[in-house]
């Protein structure tokens, strides 16, 4: 069992870098792989992100490949999604995820966080 909360959305400027934050309860967090999602107003939910049990492995979306960059601390039980050069078209309700394996956590995630508002402004 294991419990998300993700922190550090907020209101930004094109071209500007963000860095949200996914805290895990309990023990367990170590076990899981993570992953980020991302869903606009209007349309579908969408994969941003995913990252192994420890780090080892990350799997990137192309429309965020080489501007968005998951990493984790499982010693602060914490996943981060650290985006630079952001685009209006960012915009969106961010999630995190946990699930049993990087390819897993992509499709079939077992915890959900409650989501934190992205807005890039142009």
């Known amino acids: 069992q294991v419990q998300l909360v993700e922190s550090g959305g907020g209101l930004v400027q094109a071209g500007d870098s963000l860095r949200l934050s996914c805290a895990a309860s309990?023990?367990?967090?170590?076990?899981?792989?993570m992953g980020w999602f991302r869903q606009a107003p209007g349309k579908e939910r969408e994969f941003v992100a995913a990252?192994?049990?420890?780090?080892?492995?990350?799997r990137h979306a192309d429309s965020v490949l080489g501007r968005f960059i998951i990493s984790r601390a499982n010693a602060k039980n914490t996943v981060y999604l650290q985006m630079n050069s952001l685009k209006p078209e960012d915009t969106a309700v961010y999630s995190c995820?946990?699930?049993?394996?990087?390819?897993?956590?992509?499709?079939?995630?077992?915890?959900w966080g409650q989501g934190t508002q992205v807005t890039v402004s142009s």
């Open positions: 990252i192994s049990w420890n780090g080892g492995n990350t």
């Open positions: 309990g023990r367990t967090f170590g076990f899981y792989a």
């Open positions: 995820a946990a699930g049993d394996s990087l390819v897993a956590v992509t499709t079939t995630p077992k915890y």
